[in-house]
């Protein structure tokens, strides 16, 4: 080879990097002898457009990719003897068929993701023929070279990124060539990657990245070996060693972009490829031995393929089992563990070594992966209590700051994975391990204060795990937090808030927990809330200007409970509550134009209007009329009667977030104005709630779930809001135009929501808001044909729509229905679509739907036997039982399979259902077996 080319190919630059398709390549690639007419015409009518007014609809158009494609294919069909017998016939040939390979990613680069869906598989094709060529040819003589080998490694590259579905067909064929090149096999000839076949599991998807955000430990020196390992006994071995590394490096690339780009479940059913293993897989040894290659570079490159790898596989590393015994059959379940188990102990060695700071964050970053998928209950026992054992000498012996972080980012990833209760051994060894590093360091030392970041967060993690630990442990606790408010460094004020919101959080579950004996606790943590809610704390808010804070501080006010809110005192509550109003006022400066700053200060304004959403829940302001206009007043500016912008324009990218957490307070304000209603039917003592401000809410919310542009969970939770305040208004307090005005404008934007709409989720709350609406015992068909609508809706939703949370909810509506007179003329028209939505119930396998399906079923069989109880004579009692024997089979499995599994509260209409039909006298052998039906079932449960 060239020099030149030598070169080139060695510092990766060679095929695959050119900057399109130019005319000089397309007229270098016509210079070819041999090739076919259509190939040199096509060729010579591209080199006469100007590259720049050349696009892809040409390149497509013009058939180049299908030929190229050919012409490659009829290359290397033909044997190397072929070309010639000498040297200089044979690196001619190579170098011709390089120039087609970079034309063919020229031009790939144009088409795809585009390209015509018959030349796809004929391009994977001719890639696995010449892929195959260049593994079986590996370090021979006569094969291809390093230059050819890149070329096809980078179309190979290229084809994945931008169509990473085309190569799955193909993946175990691609995976095994890329095994030879890498050296993790000797040959082709023999190996077949055979997939798992998994079982149903659910993958995650990652997004597409762009390129690896690289450590800012960056390697010092020149050479990716040590002196001895580049000691060659000759200049052709150097050169050897060279090319041999050149080319590990670019198929390791490839490999890391099909793992990266690929969808998750093919990778992952080729697992044994990456975790070792000898059960499954037929490789004489696989990408975790990697780990220990001779080459710093390509050793961090197996350890983010294995990061990649593992990211999103919880359900799939979930399958791993530890035996104690060995049998002569090795299982999934015990390969998947015995492999795990294996690359831990390969990690703990390598950070035994010393090694530089970009291989050890590259270490400890697939050590996070491990911890956010592994199921350690389900690994060899210990495992757990070595990796932190480990890693914490790790960070005494190497005091840098960036190792510091990453090993407490293995911490925290572990505590927010599937093994939170594997820690527990280890709880207090973290904890005297992790707090001192949360406190600055002597000045002596050189401080980065991401260390004290990470700590904070550890000790969140380890808050959910021993809160206890954390109480015992109250004078260092305080002191930490106390230091931490006090920082001149505004994140760490931050951090310090962040871990107050998870320490308060798990503190109030465990004084809820044990509410009867812990008094001491309730007391403590009473005390805890005092002192956080001291002036000096509001003071500090008042002095730091950044909206983050504001928004922690709102979330440590959210956890502080409806008991432990109760025994503050008056001024305390009084504070807390003055606050949190104040900030949900904040008003956006108009003069703000950079979007991140306006960002944050909506999402401190969200944290507020969450906080405020979870104190009118409380007990204590159920019947606090003021509170209640004052939450009003508080939420109703932000959520204004203006549509939300879309796209660039917006001058406040952060009203989104905003109107969501505002129309959720204010959903919640109508669960409580809806139960203040009943309290107050009862005792008499409640206020009255304006009307004027139940209006002003009623419209706020039927414009957001008209409003095509607001976001779906704000119109989850306005749906909600119109079905309280249906049921909250009453005719006497309203003109009876202004009161039918409002229930059928309102009934309209439910019935919207309820039958269009790609959001499932929209749907089912506003089915469910709809059994708020037909609760109210004056609504009835003469209200309005809104009504009639309504009940038709539900009724055909009931009978086969395809999601059954939607279904359920809408049979929970009809469900609700308070009486005969608001479903008169539709009684027969809704058991009709109830006996229809179970038969359809019955005929649906949907594999991970079993629990929703079965609720479904019972919740339809209470629905019936609700519409039942309506039937008023013996003449509808005959055209009810005409109905259900129409699908009688159906209907008595159904109903009872139902009451075997319906909890006792639940129970009531069949009851009554029962009760009610006993009262007739059978007239036919139908009518006998449905009263003996509803018998048994009654019987049966009792």
């Given at each position: 080879m060239p020099r030149t080319s030598m070169s080139a190919a060695l510092s990766g630059g060679g095929a695959g990097r050119s900057s399109g398709l130019t005319q000089e390549l397309l007229r270098s690639t016509c210079q070819i002898p041999g090739l076919p007419q259509t190939l040199l015409a096509i060729l010579e009518s591209l080199s006469r457009k100007d590259t720049s007014d050349l696009k892809p609809a040409d390149v497509a158009n013009s058939e180049l990719v299908l030929n190229l494609i050919q012409v490659i294919s009829e290359d290397y069909d033909r044997p190397a003897s072929a070309a010639g017998g000498g040297s200089n016939d044979y690196h001619l040939a190579c170098s011709q068929r390089v120039s087609k390979l970079r034309l063919l990613s020229a031009a790939l680069s144009m088409v795809l993701p585009d390209l015509k869906s018959k030349q796809m598989p004929l391009l994977v094709d001719m890639m696995c023929k010449v892929l195959r060529h260049c593994a079986s040819s590996n370090k021979k003589e006569g094969g291809a070279k390093l230059e050819e080998q890149l070329a096809v490694l980078q179309t190979l590259q290229l084809i994945v990124t931008k169509c990473p579905s085309a190569i799955e067909d193909k993946l175990g064929e691609v995976l095994g060539y890329l095994a030879v090149l890498i050296g993790l096999h000797r040959q082709v000839e023999g190996l077949s990657l055979v997939p798992t076949n998994l079982p149903h599991l659910q993958f995650n998807q990652r997004e597409n990245e762009g390129s690896r955000r690289e450590s800012s430990n960056t390697d010092t020196s020149g050479s990716d070996y040590s002196d001895q390992e580049m000691m060659p006994d000759s200049i052709s071995g150097q050169r050897r060693r060279r090319e041999d590394y050149a080319l590990e490096k670019q198929a390791i690339q490839t490999l890391g972009i099909i793992v990266k780009k690929c969808h998750k479940k093919p990778v992952v059913s080729?697992?044994?490829?990456?975790?070792?293993?000898?059960?499954?897989?037929?490789?004489?040894?696989?990408?975790?031995?990697?780990?220990?290659?001779?080459?710093?570079?390509?050793?961090?490159?197996?350890?983010?393929?294995?990061?990649?790898?593992?990211?999103?596989?919880?359900?799939?590393?979930?399958?791993?089992?530890?035996?104690?015994?060995?049998?002569?059959?090795?299982?999934?379940s015990t390969a998947l563990s015995l492999a795990l188990y294996k690359l831990h102990q390969v990690l703990f060695n390598r950070i035994k070594d010393q090694l530089n700071n970009t291989e050890y964050v590259a270490i400890l970053k697939l050590f996070c992966a491990l911890c956010e998928n592994c199921t350690y209950s389900r690994l060899n026992p210990g495992l757990v209590e070595t990796m932190v054992e480990s890693l914490m000498v790790l960070s005494e012996s190497q005091r840098n700051p960036v190792i510091q972080v990453a090993s407490l980012s293995v911490f925290v990833s572990l505590g927010q994975g599937p093994s939170l209760d594997s820690m527990k051994p280890v709880t207090m060894d973290l904890f005297s391990f992790i707090l001192p590093r949360c406190f600055p360091v002597p000045q002596n030392q050189v401080a980065d204060n991401n260390v004290r970041y990470m700590a904070l967060q550890g000790l969140s993690v380890l808050a959910q795990i021993h809160i206890m630990m954390f109480v015992r442990k109250a004078t260092e606790v305080k002191k930490l937090i106390d230091t931490g408010l006090v920082d001149s460094d505004p994140s760490v004020v931050l951090h310090t808030f962040r871990f107050i919101k998870n320490f308060a959080k798990y503190l109030t579950e465990e004084v809820t927990k044990n509410s009867e004996s812990a008094s001491r606790l309730r007391n403590l943590t009473v005390a805890f809330w005092v002192d956080f809610l001291k002036p000096a704390n509001f003071q500090l808010l008042e002095s730091l200007t950044n909206p983050n804070i504001r928004s922690a501080f709102a979330d440590c006010l959210a956890e502080i409970g409806p008991d432990l809110y109760t025994d503050l005192p008056d001024k305390k509550r009084i504070v807390c509550i003055t606050y949190i109003l104040g900030q949900c006022r904040n008003v956006l400066d108009v003069e703000e134009t950079n979007p991140e700053v306006i960002l944050q200060d909506r999402s401190a304004l969200s944290a507020s209007l969450r906080a405020l959403g979870i104190f009118i829940m409380y007990p204590c302001y159920l019947t606090d009329t003021t509170f209640h206009m004052d939450v009003t007043d508080a939420l109703l500016p932000n959520l204004p009667l203006v549509k939300d912008k879309k796209g660039k324009n917006n001058v406040d990218p952060g009203s989104k977030t905003v109107r969501v957490s505002a129309s959720w307070a204010l959903a919640n304000l109508t669960d409580v104005l809806v139960q203040a209603k009943h309290q107050m039917e009862l005792t008499g003592e409640y206020d009255e709630f304006p009307i004027s401000l139940a209006k002003k809410i009623l419209n706020t919310a039927i414009f957001y779930a008209l409003d095509s542009n607001s976001a779906i969970t704000t119109k989850s939770n306005v749906v909600r809001c119109i079905g309280n305040m249906l049921n909250y208004i009453c005719a006497d307090q309203l003109s009876p135009d202004d009161y039918s005005d409002l229930m059928e404008r309102g009934t309209r934007a439910l019935i919207s929501n309820i039958t269009t709409g790609k959001s499932m989720k929209v749907r089912w709350n506003a089915c469910y808001a709809a059994s708020n609406l037909l609760k109210k015992k004056d609504v009835t068909e003469e209200s309005g044909k809104w009504i009639q609508d309504l009940v038709t809706s539900l009724s055909s939703l009931v009978q086969n729509f395809q999601n059954f949370k939607v279904r359920i909810n809408a049979a929970v509506a009809l469900g609700a229905v308070w009486g005969r007179p608001a479903v008169n003329s539709l009684l027969f028209d809704i058991l009709e679509s109830l006996v229809v939505g179970l038969e359809s119930s019955q005929n649906l396998e949907v594999f991970g739907e079993y629990q929703h399906q079965s609720n479904l079923v019972q919740q339809l069989c209470l629905t019936m036997s609700h519409m039942i109880t309506f039937i008023n004579n013996e003449q509808e009692f005959s055209r009810l039982t005409h109905i259900l024997h129409g699908n009688w089979d159906i209907v008595e499995t159904s109903l009872t399979s139902c009451v075997r599994n319906i909890p006792p509260m639940k129970f009531t209409p069949i009851l009554n259902a029962h009760n009610h039909i006993s009262s007739f006298s059978p007239r036919n052998e139908e009518e006998n077996n449905l009263q003996m039906l509803y018998q048994s079932c009654v019987e049966n449960t009792h």
């Open positions: 080729y697992w044994f490829i990456f975790l070792p293993d000898k059960s499954f897989c037929p490789l004489q040894t696989g990408v975790t031995e990697l780990l220990r290659h001779p080459s710093k570079k390509l050793r961090v490159s197996a350890c983010h393929i294995l990061t990649d790898f593992i990211a999103h596989t919880t359900q799939f590393l979930a399958l791993a089992q530890h035996q104690d015994k060995g049998t002569s059959y090795t299982s999934l």
